[in-house]
């Protein structure tokens, strides 16, 4: 006779056995009641940009083009202040010669201002010549004071006193350079990209001079004259004048 108890335990085993299978396979298929979700993976796809809107991020996140970061290399020569220029090079003058004891000259009033024009006409004639000197179609610096009448006003006694110095070309200094553009200079590559750059590079070249260093610092002259022509090409030409 068979055991009913037995029977009885066998069932309820079975039973639970066929309880878990259910469970685990409604899991494993999500079930007929399962919440219906989208994946992550399911929403990237469906938000794929398009072609242009990919554009669109890279433009936003992309470099500077070589157009708007390249270093700027030239300065057109009209932008350049030539009046800039020369109060610049009066102003380096006066250091220079205040820091060897030497008096400031005076760029104001009616005689520095008549040696500040022959001084101008002068750079002028430089730039039209196409080279720095003294002396231009044959025009030399004793008949540029007597042109403009001031040969006899701008005679100074020498540092000394013990003697006059008449106008001749140790009473001028003449120079050039480059505005805006880049040039060698003693086997090095230069820039001069502001009026301060061009008027320094020029008072420098007349400190390296040992003629133009002593004409800087002479002692008896107590005004000066400037001037200064910039050419369409950026070259510059400085003319400094003395005056008693």
Same mark, same amino acid.
């Given at each position: 006779?068979?055991?009913?108890?037995?029977?009885?335990?066998?069932?309820?085993?079975?039973?639970?056995?066929?309880?878990? *299978?259910?469970?685990? @396979?409604?899991?494993?298929?999500?079930? $007929?009641?399962?919440?219906? #979700? +989208?994946? !992550? /993976?399911?929403?990237?796809?469906?938000?794929?940009?398009?072609?242009?809107?990919?554009?669109? *991020?890279?433009?936003? @996140?992309?470099?500077?083009?070589?157009? $708007?970061?390249?270093?700027? #290399? +030239?300065? !057109? /020569?009209?932008?350049?202040?030539?009046?800039?220029?020369?109060?610049?090079?009066?102003?380096?003058?006066?250091?220079?010669?205040?820091?060897?004891?030497?008096?400031?000259?005076?760029?104001?009033?009616?005689?520095?201002?008549?040696?500040?024009?022959?001084?101008?006409?002068?750079?002028?004639?430089?730039?039209?010549?196409?080279?720095?000197?003294?002396?231009?179609?044959?025009?030399?610096?004793?008949?540029?004071?007597?042109?403009?009448?001031?040969?006899?006003?701008?005679?100074?006694?020498?540092?000394?006193?013990?003697?006059?110095?008449?106008?001749?070309?140790?009473?001028?200094?003449?120079?050039?350079?480059?505005?805006?553009?880049?040039?060698?200079?003693?086997?090095?590559?230069?820039?001069?990209?502001?009026?301060?750059?061009?008027?320094?590079?020029?008072?420098?070249?007349?400190?390296?001079?040992?003629?133009?260093?002593?004409?800087?610092?002479?002692?008896?002259?107590?005004?000066?004259?400037?001037?200064?022509?910039?050419?369409?090409?950026?070259?510059?030409?400085?003319?400094?004048?003395?005056?008693?």
């Amino acid at each position: 006779m068979v055991n009913k108890t037995a029977i009885g335990i066998l069932g309820v085993v079975v039973m639970a056995s066929l309880g878990v *299978g259910v469970l685990i @396979g409604m899991q494993l298929g999500g079930g $007929t009641n399962a919440p219906v #979700t +989208t994946s !992550p /993976a399911a929403d990237g796809e469906t938000a794929t940009p398009t072609s242009d809107q990919t554009s669109d *991020g890279d433009d936003g @996140g992309s470099t500077p083009s070589e157009s $708007t970061s390249e270093r700027q #290399t +030239t300065i !057109p /020569a009209r932008q350049f202040d030539e009046a800039e220029i020369a109060n610049h090079i009066a102003r380096f003058v006066n250091q220079e010669r205040e820091a060897q004891n030497r008096t400031r000259l005076s760029t104001g009033g009616a005689t520095a201002t008549s040696v500040s024009r022959m001084a101008s006409n002068h750079s002028v004639a430089m730039a039209n010549h196409g080279s720095a000197a003294h002396k231009v179609d044959g025009v030399s610096t004793t008949n540029r004071y007597r042109n403009h009448d001031l040969y006899e006003r701008c005679k100074f006694k020498s540092h000394e006193g013990s003697y006059i110095d008449t106008p001749d070309e140790k009473f001028e200094l003449v120079g050039t350079t480059y505005a805006g553009t880049h040039y060698q200079a003693d086997g090095q590559e230069r820039f001069n990209g502001d009026e301060r750059a061009v008027a320094r590079a020029i008072v420098d070249s007349w400190n390296e001079s040992s003629t133009y260093s002593e004409r800087l610092l002479v002692g008896g002259p107590t005004r000066m004259g400037v001037g200064v022509e910039v050419t369409s090409t950026g070259k510059a030409y400085a003319t400094v004048d003395v005056c008693a």
